[in-house]
């Protein structure tokens, strides 16, 4: 989509917001939060042949304005979104931590990015339609936010929960801007390429209990990819303090249009048992047909086994996750919290012959204040060990501090 159409959409709720009296809830439902974020990231790399490391340190400001709606059967309301990067240190040769965007006369990063983003939206009922830069999670696309500054959509988005525990949902993106860029591109498929300038999703969610989802949805990369979700979502109470979840995932792709045979099949399982502050997980994954999963290039899979570094969606791929998190406010330490995972995946199809094999393991480390002056103040490290033989094999850490103002 082009810069002069996404103004037009905000153009349109903007001259129907003036055109009228401002309303009150317009002005006392809107809402302003600065998030800060200093992030230093560190990524070793093992296997023979390659560079030695990427190493970065960078300040992120995201500003998000939230406007309410005017009052009357049809609201109009417009959101804006300012973000903006500084390096703070990383020099030529250790660029490349998708912190900052690429310097391509030095070979290094660039000193500062940043970019403005609108959205303009309108509601009847509990119907919702944005319209502009977008920023969701779906289980057939979702934005990313593992760097510095988050990655987003452009496009549209409708939502609906006039029936009663029933979530709809549909969009239409045609473009999108990585997490160290100012620039919108074109849409590709990951690990298959191609070129789009249209995705487009559509299905619902339906509580059939308090305790039971089920998710069904069916997306388009035109001329590239359609895929079929299916999901499941089961927590079942255990008495006090504790839970058995159960999150199933199956996930059907294949080709759109000529550009070439898409196979794809994706089942996906994961449980998870809590106990007081202790949650211990499990969670099978496996990869079926001739290609790797298709998802938007730039974006986050909804995989069972995606997580820090590898999403474990090769060509037919096996793997398996052990995970163990726990929360410190059990010990009466609000705010502080830890988790450790090992994921193993096999049966990789090589394409110089042979069986693919790779691991990979994450420890996270976070505090949030919880009062006082410095609320909201947070601290989290994440380490990453990978190996592979047939991909990267690195070490990699990432201290991440953050905090978030509340404006108005």
């Known amino acids: 989509m082009t810069f002069r159409k996404r103004m037009g959409w905000v153009w349109v709720a903007g001259a129907a917001v003036s055109s009228g009296v401002a309303h009150a809830d317009f002005i006392e439902d809107s809402t302003a939060n600065l998030d800060l974020r200093n992030v230093y990231f560190n990524r070793d790399f093992r296997q023979s042949g390659s560079r030695n490391k990427a190493d970065e340190w960078a300040q992120g400001f995201m500003l998000r304005l939230q406007s309410g709606y005017t009052a009357g059967t049809v609201g109009f309301g417009l959101d804006a979104l300012a973000l903006v990067g500084y390096k703070l240190d990383g020099g030529d040769g250790t660029a490349g931590t998708g912190l900052l965007p690429a310097d391509l006369s030095s070979g290094g990063s660039q000193r500062e990015y940043g970019q403005l983003g609108l959205t ?3 509601k009847i009922s509990k119907t919702e339609l944005k319209l502009g830069e977008l920023m969701f999670r779906d289980p057939v696309i979702s934005y990313t936010d593992t760097r510095l500054l988050p990655q987003t959509f452009s496009g549209g988005l409708l939502t609906s929960n006039e029936l009663s525990n029933l979530h709809l949902i549909g969009g239409h993106i045609d473009q999108i801007k990585a997490v160290n860029s100012t620039d919108f591109i074109d849409l590709s498929a990951n690990r298959i390429g191609g070129v789009s300038n249209s995705f487009n999703f559509g299905g619902g969610d339906y509580q059939v209990t308090p305790h039971l989802n089920l998710s069904a949805r069916y997306a388009v ?5 359609q895929q079929y979700y299916a999901g499941l979502i089961h927590v079942l109470p255990m008495g006090q303090g504790q ?9 059907n792709s294949r080709e759109d249009g000529d550009f070439r045979n898409i196979d794809n099949r994706a089942l996906g399982a994961m449980f998870t048992y809590k106990l ?10 496996r990869m079926s047909g001739s290609d790797p999963f298709p ?16 999403d474990f969606g090769n060509i037919h791929e096996h793997s398996w996750q052990g995970r163990y998190d726990y929360d410190f406010a059990a010990l009466g330490v609000p705010g502080l919290t830890f988790m450790a995972r090992y994921v193993s995946g096999d049966n990789v199809e090589r394409t110089g012959g042979g069986e693919g094999k790779e691991w990979e393991r994450d420890t996270d480390l976070g505090y949030v204040i919880q009062s006082g002056p410095l609320k909201n103040v947070g601290v989290k490290w994440r380490n990453a060990t990978v190996r592979s033989n047939f991909g990267n094999s690195l070490d990699e850490n990432r201290l991440i501090l953050s905090y978030t103002l509340a404006l108005w």
């Open 120 to 122: 303009a939206k309108i």
């Open 221 to 225: 990369l035109e001329d590239i990819y």
């Open 243 to 251: 839970s058995l979840k159960t999150d199933l995932r199956f996930a």
């Open 276 to 285: 007081g502050g202790h949650s211990f997980a499990g969670a099978l994954q």
């Open 295 to 310: 998802y938007l290039a730039n974006s986050d899979p909804y995989l069972v086994n995606f997580v820090q570094i590898n």
